[in-house]
């Protein structure tokens, strides 16, 4: 297999292997990329972009005639999954941005994926159509109705081969269930089921049934004025269908059991990290929030993303994390500029490589970072133009704190707050990476020898 | 030298309160900071409401980070203290560069914070003997006090304050909650118009007054990073635009 780092404990050379979206200087905000995900074979990757566009790419079958390209992702459909709304009763504009896609296992010729903005999720379906019918007796090839009295003959209509379609449409619309924004939708292992998250509330669907939902949390005040946490992130177990876990701004995580009760507001487990006092200032808490949460694919272990750190939480031990990694630290002298342009409320995601020995996250100035969970090394890397000849091996950056900066470094004045990394994600079982850079989407490979 | 006869004169009023010079230094800076982060908080909460849908995370974070203040303010006293300073002495001190803001304790301990606060001098009329290049900032300062005199927005009472505060955070989660087409004017309509059209300038001014400063510092102080923010290249258009609106009144 080739996940990890390898067998023989060196280090993974990463190199450039495509990237999708335009090199204008001014992007058009509805092309900016706001979701990434692989499907669950890695055959498809996803993107989802803030004007309400989905974009589907299908990795091409490898070739034995050109093996250095490795299987490039092409674009296979493309569909307008939301359009903008307006509420009337709040007079409040609907964002039509794609916040989540999720993908359902593949159980037949059809690809399935879940897509939601802050208010509806979609259910779609993606075929392909390669023959037609030709032949009807009550129209001709142009579709016009034929008169019935002038038909003499009967015949069977054939299918044609035609040229290659990919259709998509939705199948289902799970709408008004929402009254804040949806953050997180993670479907059920017993794959009958899903959630959708949002600020205060999480709702679980059966995706036969869009006129109901049943609310499994709930942290909504009696009173608004009460309010001082939100969910920020929730995700569902990976092969247990009764638990699921969810995030709050406030840098906890809780896990639920839903054979416990209806309405999950009792945790049966807590995560938390007991706060650092000789760290606290006035944004502790604004930095703790988590942005993200994400199971590993064994099910044994968590991990959240706050603004400076990413953790790994294993289940079974809620006072502490068993890992922390820094993600930027330079950045908490800035804090106050941060917080001030808004970027301290950035919310980066973060993901587990197949084997879950190695977890990724984005940053600033283009740059994400990789942790080898075993070797305890890390590498920052960018997603540049400058860096994309075919096959080229990204070079390790490095973010100079202070003193003499070496040629190679960038220093942290230097860093361009505007390019965020905040979506990435990562090949189910081979080492390709899409990367999210406001309206390009770059996939990397590991380097074949 | 010249940084020192300035200093003097601005924490004259202070002595009293604060006693030795030792403590003049070190909690004003400390205070400025705190006072400055609860402004700007509340200029983003109230900046939100313009928005399509306030995020509510964000919003519940700002909201806790000014409670916080608030707490940390009333426990140690320095509520009070802010009534007793004369109006145009509390604008002045609410006018913080977010260069000053987000310098680093260490570097204010050390007195170099004091060269950047004095060209928030009250003698507005003396500050011609500064750089030219910080005329810019000067001249901008002194539309802000002035403005501020006029504007309800003003603390006065303390208690009245906390109440505002309070009526301010309790308002805005209330019109989350109940969003109808005329919340957004029923949430403007307790607060004085001229300060709703002064947040902009608020926000403005402050990244404005840092750009000063940062030519101010350069005379007096060492390096320091002071340019952290000019990276946020999304700003600068809208602070060019605020700077010419302010130049031009």
């Known amino acids: 297999s080739l996940t990890g780092f390898g067998n023989l404990m060196q280090d993974v050379l990463w190199c450039f292997s495509q990237v999708k ?71 409040l504009e609907i964002e039509e941005k794609i916040n989540k896609i999720r993908w359902l ?76 924004h949806i953050n997180s939708i993670s479907v059920n292992s017993d794959y ?33 004025e009460e309010l001082t946490e939100v969910i920020t992130a929730a995700e569902f177990h990976p092969h247990h269908c009764n638990t699921f876990v969810y995030s709050s701004s406030k840098g906890t995580i809780r896990l639920c059991d ?52 990413v953790k790994v939480w294993d289940l079974n031990m809620e006072n502490r994390p068993i890992e922390t990694y820094q993600v930027h630290d330079y950045l908490r002298s800035k804090l ?114 | ?39 700007m908080s509340l200029v983003k909460l109230q900046l939100c409401h313009m928005l399509v849908e306030p995020n509510l995370c964000r919003s519940v974070l700002i909201a806790n980070t000014v409670r916080q203040i608030q707490e940390e303010m009333t426990q140690d006293g320095t509520w009070q203290m802010i009534n007793t300073q004369s109006t145009g002495q509390a604008s002045l001190d609410r006018l913080v560069s977010t260069d000053i803001l987000c310098r680093s304790s260490r570097e204010q301990a050390e007195g170099k914070h004091v060269s950047g606060y004095s060209t928030f001098n009250k003698d507005f009329d003396g500050s011609q003997a500064q750089d030219s290049s910080e005329t810019m900032s000067t001249a901008s300062s002194l539309q802000a006090p002035r403005h501020l005199q006029n504007n309800a927005w003003e603390m006065e009472n303390p208690q009245e304050n906390k109440g505002n505060f309070q009526k301010s955070l309790d308002q805005i989660f209330e019109t989350l909650e109940n969003k109808s087409p005329n919340s957004v004017e029923d949430l403007f309509s307790e607060v004085d118009n001229s300060y709703y059209d002064f947040d902009t300038m608020l926000t403005g001014m402050m990244s404005n007054t840092k750009m000063g400063h940062c030519d101010g510092l350069e005379t007096f102080s060492s390096p320091t990073t002071t340019a952290s923010n000019s990276n946020c290249k999304s700003d600068l258009n809208e602070l060019d635009h605020i700077v010419e609106i302010l130049v031009e009144s």
């Open chain 1, 336 to 449: 106050c500029s941060l917080y001030e342009n808004d970027c301290i409320f950035d919310k980066f995601e973060c993901v587990w490589n197949g084997s879950d020995s190695v977890i990724m996250t984005g940053s600033y100035n283009n740059f994400f970072r990789m942790f080898d969970r075993n070797t305890k090394r890390d590498v920052t890397l960018e997603a540049s133009r400058e860096n994309s000849k075919p096959r080229a091996i990204l070079k390790p950056r490095k973010v100079c704190v202070g003193g003499k900066r070496r040629k190679d470094e960038i220093s942290v004045d230097s860093l361009d707050f505007s390019k965020k990394i905040l979506h990435t994600a990562w090949h189910p079982s081979e080492n390709i990476i899409a990367v999210a850079a406001t309206n390009n989407l770059y996939i990397f490979q590991d380097k074949v020898n």
């Open chain 1, 105 to 180: 296992p593949q159980q037949n010729a059809a690809y399935f994926l879940l897509s939601t903005n802050d208010k509806t999720v979609k259910l779609w379906k993606v075929s392909e159509r390669d023959k037609r019918p030709e032949g009807y007796n009550l129209k001709d090839e142009d579709g016009r109705l034929r008169d019935p009295s002038m038909i003499t003959m009967l015949r069977v209509p054939v299918l044609r081969p035609m040229d290659l379609m990919v259709e998509a449409t939705p199948r289902r619309v799970f709408a008004n269930a929402h009254t804040y």
């Open chain 1, 258 to 309: 839903m054979r416990t009760a209806a309405l999950c507001d009792r945790h049966a487990k807590f995560f938390e990290e007991p706060e650092d006092p000789s760290n606290r200032s006035f944004f502790s808490e604004i930095i703790s929030s988590i942005s993200d949460v994400k199971f590993s694919h064994s099910g044994r272990y968590i991990m959240t993303r706050d603004y400076l750190t």
């Open chain 2, 1 to 39: 030298m010249f940084v020192r006869g300035l200093k003097r004169k601005c924490f004259d009023g202070e002595e009293d309160i604060e006693g030795t010079l030792a403590g003049i230094k070190a909690i004003p800076s400390y205070n400025l900071q705190r006072q400055s982060l609860l402004d």
């Open chain 1, 21 to 91: 979206g335009t090199i204008d200087i001014g992007v058009t905000e509805a092309d900016i990329i706001s979701t990434v995900e692989f499907n669950h074979t890695g055959e498809l990757l996803a993107t989802g972009d803030k004007g309400g566009r989905v974009v589907i790419f299908q990795r091409e079958q490898e070739s034995k005639h050109q093996p250095h390209r490795r299987g490039e992702y092409n674009v296979y459909s493309t569909f307008q999954s939301h359009e903008p709304e307006f509420d009337y009763l709040k007079s």
């Open chain 1, 192 to 224: 009958e089921t899903y959630m959708s998250a949002d600020d205060l509330r999480i709702n679980l669907w059966n995706f036969e049934i869009t006129n109901q939902s049943f609310n499994i949390v709930d942290i909504k005040p009696a009173n608004m």
